[in-house]
């Protein structure tokens, strides 16, 4: 059924009303249908995790998720991380810490590692490693973007200490 359906995805606080087929993925609609270009695909199977995003406070995978399942959801994608101009600290620890080189994974890295950080700003190394591990890249042999997180989490327990 090739049916297009009515939705609105509320994405990083903006809300897009647009109209789907039930089929429609999730990355899609909010790349194609709602411009939001940041979320990448790789290998849209629900393996690499370069679409991760935040729906309702979880990490999800958007190539996994339909967009009609996401209507209504509290959405945050790569494009709301910073605030204006000002990167978030995990954003600028990837830079200073040189976490991503093509940075086709990087968004979803960040989101995954966003959510994790807000989860628990306490979280120990071995757990972030385990919460890392479920995402790819082809590019930094990880050391780095493992290193980005850690100094990340470390900085934001230094402004907000337990
Ligand atoms: S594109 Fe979604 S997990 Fe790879
Ligand atoms: S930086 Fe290139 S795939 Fe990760």
Redesign the pocket.
Same mark, same amino acid.
């Given at each position: 059924m090739n049916e297009k359906i009515d939705i609105t995805l509320t994405i990083n606080g903006r809300d897009y009303p647009i109209r789907v087929e039930p089929r429609k993925t999730l $990355?899609d609609a909010i790349r194609d249908d709602c411009g939001q270009t940041g979320t990448h695909?790789? %290998?849209?199977?629900? $393996?690499?995790?370069?679409?991760t995003i935040i729906v309702d406070e979880l990490a999800v995978?958007? %190539?996994?998720m339909f967009a009609v399942q996401a209507s209504g959801k509290k959405i945050r994608t790569v494009e709301g991380l910073a605030d204006g101009d000002e990167l978030s600290v995990l954003q600028r620890a990837f830079i200073d810490n040189h976490g991503l080189q093509c940075g086709y994974c990087t968004p979803g890295f960040l989101m995954l590692a966003t959510n994790a950080l807000e989860k628990n700003p306490q979280i120990d190394d071995e757990e972030l490693l385990d919460v890392l591990a479920s995402n790819l890249c082809r590019c930094t042999g990880y050391q780095n973007i493992i290193k980005a997180v850690k100094a990340a989490r470390d900085e934001l327990q230094a402004r907000s200490p337990a």
């Open positions: $990355v695909i790789g %290998c849209e199977h629900g $393996v690499c995790g370069t679409c995978r958007s %190539c996994l």
